[in-house]
């Protein structure tokens, strides 16, 4: 038996594979340890195994920082560097602690890119790290460049060694801005541990303790790069899509609307999008009735599902019960949206609204399997 631990933060389609790999370890015989944000303690807990928090809950960001829920996810979805500025860096110093506290005795450790706290604590105590990559455009490959608008002026699909050379220099631009903005806070808390100066950027490079690194994501997406690392393989989706971490049923609700018609359209917009939807689900409304079209729309507000018309509006339900039945599945492009899509085999039309989401909406456009649509 090996003590693993799994450290995340981030949205559920950060949390929700990590949870799908402690499951499959721990049916294995390991022993699982999940350090998450305090919001997902009580979902890790529900679906069996033990956790632990190293950052705060998302009131508690939004508390710390004077906004309001919806305000914050307005910030992040308008400023891509409000969320490295503003929750993971201000978190860097209590996270690492709170890491460390959990290390020992750990053989080890498993971590998403986004949780700088694991490249530290797994450095000091010597731990094997293995590197989780969610989304395909973190790779950051000079061959496929991300397609998203801070990336630009990037040469895409490019063709010589001038692209790629290009490319490669617009990478080195973007990891000394990163190092000459959070380079001093992350070394002040590695040589608290001990450690010293870090040689790559926080999100770009891996550090010393990374021996694996690991994309989740399926083939259909894209294979790997030729510039990807050494140590990359390709492993697919891990799917876990449980509102309460347990065993969920469909609502009552939900299931009679899915017999009761034709498959409907079904609209959403993730855990963190959703938060700050604008006129997405009016418009989605007022789209499905024109077209004569039954709908679903998983709004991510509590209470109890209620038709208006043809659709049925409600908080959540497991995408993958209920994207298979659906004729379209409409989306911003979150990477498990993607994934479940795609395990569904619907039609997807995305509509990306931040970071990862242009890009996974342009990799599913390009294997002909859906279209992308602006905001």
């Avoid at 080195?172 to 903005?181: D, E, G, N, P, Q």
Wanted: aromatic fraction near 6%.
């Amino acid at each position: 038996m090996a003590r693993i631990i799994l450290a995340t933060i981030g949205s559920l389609g950060d949390l929700h594979p990590f949870i799908a790999i402690g499951k499959e370890l721990s049916a294995r015989g390991e022993k699982v340890l999940l350090a998450v944000p305090e919001d997902g303690l009580n979902k890790v807990r529900a679906a069996g195994l033990e956790a632990a928090p190293i950052l705060p809950s998302y009131a508690s960001i939004c508390d710390r920082l004077g906004m309001k829920e919806e305000e914050v996810a307005a910030r992040i979805l308008a400023e891509s560097s409000f969320v490295i500025d503003e929750i993971m860096m201000p978190s860097l110093q209590s996270s690492t602690a709170a890491l460390d506290e959990l290390a020992g005795g750990a053989d080890v450790m498993a971590s998403s890119i986004f949780a700088f706290a694991a490249d530290i604590i797994a450095e000091k105590y010597r731990l094997p790290l293995a590197t989780m990559v969610l989304q395909p455009m973190t790779l950051l490959s000079a061959w496929q460049p991300p397609v998203a608008p801070q990336f630009e002026l990037m040469r895409h699909s490019p063709r010589g060694s001038f692209g790629r050379s290009w490319n490669r220099t617009f990478y080195s631009l973007v990891r000394a801005m990163l190092r000459h903005r959070h380079g001093k806070q992350i070394d002040a808390v590695r040589a608290e541990h001990g450690l010293g100066p870090a040689k790559g950027a926080p999100m770009l490079d891996h550090g010393p303790a990374t021996s694996a690194v690991l994309c989740c994501w399926s083939s259909v997406l894209g294979t790997l790069p030729p510039d990807a690392p050494d140590h990359a393989a390709l492993v697919g989706f891990p799917f876990f899509d449980s509102e309460s971490g347990g065993e969920d049923m469909l609502a009552p609700e939900l299931a009679a609307f899915l017999r009761g018609g034709e498959p409907p359209l079904v609209f959403t917009l993730g855990s963190l999008a959703v938060a700050s939807p604008g006129r997405f689900y009016k418009e989605a409304a007022a789209a499905s009735r024109m077209l004569g079209k039954r709908a679903i729309m998983l709004t991510g507000q509590p209470g109890a599902p209620r038709l208006e018309g043809d659709s049925l509006f409600m908080g959540y339900a497991p995408h993958s019960a209920v994207f298979p039945q659906a004729s379209i599945i409409i989306h911003h492009g979150g990477i498990g949206t993607t994934g479940q899509a795609l395990r569904a085999g619907r039609p997807q039309i995305i509509v990306p609204h931040f970071g990862d989401q242009f890009d996974n909406a342009a990799r599913v456009q390009s294997a002909g399997l859906g279209m992308t649509i602006r905001r």
